[in-house]
C-alpha cells in the first residue's frame, strides 16, 4: 500500500523569501508524484508532476520539485514566495501500473501562509 | 472551456434530504473519481468508474450510490443526509496510461448538512 506523509501541517514565511514544503511517500512498487494547490474555497489546480526522466520537475507559478528516490521524497521548493502563493499544497502518489484501479493518495496537506 | 465541471458549487440541505451532485468532463478520458476531502482538507478517494463499470468502492456508505451514464458524465447522489456528510465532494477523471495518469480535479461541491 501506498502512503504520503506531508511533514508540515503549516508553513508561515515572508514574502520573497524562499520556501520548502515536504513531501515524502512509502510504496512497494514504482509511482507517479504530484503536487497539488488549492486557494481558498476553490478547486485542486495541478501544479507539477513527476512521471519519469529529470528528477528536477518545474511547474507553474515558479515551482518545482525533485524527485529522491533513495530518500522517497518529493519536496517542493519556489525561491521566492508571493503574497498569491498562499494555499494548501497537496502532495499525491499514484502506482506507476497506472490501470483501471489507479488511484491518487494524498498526504494530509500544507498550508502556505505567506506574509507581507 | 471548463474540462471537469461539477454542478452545483454550493449546496445547504437538511439532514435526512437526498441530493446530487452532477459531474461531466469533455477531456475523452476513460477513468473518473469521486473524492471527499473532510473539515481537516483530508482528500480521499470515495468511487473510481472506467468505462461506466464501477472499479474502485472504497467502503463508503451505501446511502452514496454513483451512477455513470456514459463515460463523459458520473454523479453522485446521496440518500438520508446525515451531518457527518459535510464536505468538499470533488469529481476527476485520467486519461490513458501514455498521458502520464494525470489526474484532473472539478472545481468541488460544498455540500453542508443542517
Known amino acids: 500500500a501506498q502512503s504520503v506523509t506531508q511533514l508540515d501541517s503549516q508553513v508561515p514565511v515572508f514574502e520573497e523569501a524562499p520556501v520548502e514544503l515536504r513531501c515524502n511517500y512509502s510504496s512497494s512498487v514504482s509511482v507517479y508524484l504530484f503536487w497539488y494547490v488549492q486557494y481558498p474555497n476553490q478547486g485542486l489546480q495541478l501544479l507539477l508532476k513527476y512521471l519519469s526522466g529529470s528528477t528536477l520537475v518545474k511547474g507553474i507559478n515558479g515551482f518545482e520539485a525533485e524527485f529522491n528516490k533513495s530518500q522517497t521524497s518529493f519536496h517542493l521548493r519556489k525561491p521566492s514566495v508571493h503574497i498569491s502563493d498562499t494555499a494548501e499544497y497537496f502532495c499525491?502518489?499514484?502506482?506507476?501500473?497506472?490501470?483501471?484501479?489507479?488511484?491518487?493518495?494524498f498526504g494530509t496537506g500544507t498550508l502556505l501562509a505567506v506574509q507581507p | 472551456d471548463t474540462a471537469v465541471s461539477q454542478t452545483p458549487k454550493y449546496l445547504v440541505t437538511q439532514m435526512g434530504n437526498d441530493k446530487s451532485i452532477k459531474c461531466e468532463q469533455n477531456?475523452?478520458?476513460?477513468?473518473m473519481y469521486w473524492y471527499k476531502q473532510d473539515s481537516k482538507k483530508f482528500l480521499k478517494i470515495m468511487f473510481s468508474?472506467?468505462?461506466?463499470?464501477?472499479?474502485i468502492n472504497e467502503t463508503v456508505p451505501n446511502r452514496f450510490s454513483p451512477k455513470s451514464p456514459d463515460k463523459a458524465h458520473l454523479n453522485l447522489h446521496i440518500n438520508s443526509l446525515e451531518l457527518g456528510d459535510s464536505a468538499v465532494y470533488f469529481c476527476?477523471?485520467?486519461?490513458?496510461?501514455?498521458?502520464?495518469?494525470?489526474?484532473?480535479f472539478g472545481e468541488g461541491s460544498w455540500l453542508t448538512v443542517v
Open positions: 468508474y472506467n468505462n461506466k463499470e464501477l472499479i
Open positions: 499525491a502518489v499514484s502506482e506507476f501500473d497506472g490501470g483501471a484501479t489507479n488511484k491518487l493518495i
Open positions: 476527476a477523471s485520467k486519461g490513458q496510461a501514455y498521458s502520464g495518469n494525470t489526474i484532473y
Open positions: 477531456l475523452g478520458h476513460d477513468t
